[in-house]
């Protein structure tokens, strides 16, 4: 998956993408994830932070991955209590990464959501990228159809 990711980040522009390396379909969110994720909030220091709602057990579409719930409340955890906080994963310290907290935390597939992101503009691009997701996506059609049809019209 990493190959299909990183063409996928270069269709939106992205600069870059990090993999932890965790095992497709068998996330857990244990102290070890947790750690990571740490690692990477102090050293990215981002201000805005997007995860999964791990709340979300049947989305729009069913049931919602398990990994994406895992992830969600990993990521959730690592923010809060241990990104700032100097007591939490003291060999990152030693690593050279000092606690940050990032300003916002946004959960993505949620069943309560309270913003909406108008994304009109970048569409065709979110869906090219998409579809660069070739072991994920069995019917491009299909599945172009199934999220126009979730799109909302002001």
Request: hydrophobic share 40%; glycine share 4%.
């Amino acid at each position: 998956m990493k190959p299909e990711t990183i063409l996928a980040a270069k269709v939106i522009g992205a600069n870059a993408v990090h993999f932890l390396d965790f095992e497709d379909g068998y996330l857990i969110p244990d102290l070890n994830l947790r750690r990571d994720i740490v690692r990477e909030i102090r050293r990215h220091r981002p201000d805005i932070l997007v995860t999964c709602d791990p709340q979300t057990l049947f989305a729009l579409y069913g049931l919602n991955h398990p990994d994406h719930r895992a992830c969600g409340q990993a990521v959730l955890d690592a923010v809060f209590p241990a990104a700032d906080n100097i007591a939490y994963f003291p060999e990152l310290l030693a690593e050279g990464h000092q606690p940050h907290m990032p300003k916002e935390v946004w959960c993505s597939l949620t069943n309560q959501p309270n913003t909406a992101v108008d994304v009109t503009e970048t569409w065709d691009t979110k869906m090219k990228a998409i579809l660069e997701h070739t072991t994920q996506v069995q019917d491009a059609e299909t599945l172009i159809e199934r999220f126009k049809s979730r799109r909302t019209e002001d």
